[in-house]
């Protein structure tokens, strides 16, 4: 039903994209999915559905923000009051203030994720202190070269819980390379 759907989405589907537009698209995605089927309901739970919000607020589940930095970006910085293009860009995110009640029981049961390929020797060159914030908050970006991806991997299994389990789509490179 309906209103099955919209329990299932509201309290076990999350998702974060640094991108303000693919979060939004992905909330009507998840929207209209709630809706498929609705033509065939009776016109009792059409009636019900116009008394209540047909549609849940997703505000609390998708959220716009960069996966890999937290606050404690700023501790790099010279200023704490960086200009707001840069902190626009960086777009700052701290998942125990974002997801409470999932970090609280231990963390997600599964995440999933297409995570960007990129060699950090060219982020070096745009976004240096992203750089520097990675080489002091990742293992896997304490020494030589590598790519971002590597940082995605990491993250993600510290925020599984136990039994948690992570499926990325990533390169071969990945199991070839040292840093893999």
């Not at 505000?59 to 930095?69: A, E, P, T």
């Not at 990742?138 to 136990?162: C, M, P, Q, S």
Request: a neutral charge; charged letters at 25%.
């Amino acid at each position: 039903t309906t209103t099955e759907r919209k329990r299932i989405l509201l309290n076990n589907i999350y998702g974060v994209d640094i991108d303000s537009q693919a979060v939004e698209v992905t909330k009507l995605s998840l929207l209209l999915k709630v809706l498929e089927g609705e033509t065939g309901e009776t016109l009792n739970q059409q009636m019900r559905l116009f008394h209540e919000r047909a549609l849940p607020d997703l505000g609390d589940n998708i959220k716009c923000g960069n996966s890999l930095i937290d606050y404690r970006y700023l501790d790099n910085q010279q200023s704490l009051f960086m200009e707001s293009e840069e902190r626009n860009r960086v777009n700052m995110m701290e998942w125990s203030s974002v997801f409470p009640e999932v970090l609280k029981q231990g963390g997600f049961d599964a995440i999933i994720g297409n995570p960007p390929y990129i060699r950090i020797q060219t982020m070096k060159e745009w976004a240096p202190t992203d750089v520097n914030f990675y080489k002091k908050h990742y293992r896997t970006a304490d020494k030589g070269n590598y790519d971002i991806y590597v940082l995605f991997v990491e993250k993600g299994l510290k925020l599984l819980n136990k039994t948690g389990r992570l499926g990325y789509i990533l390169p071969h490179k990945c199991f070839n390379a040292q840093y893999g």
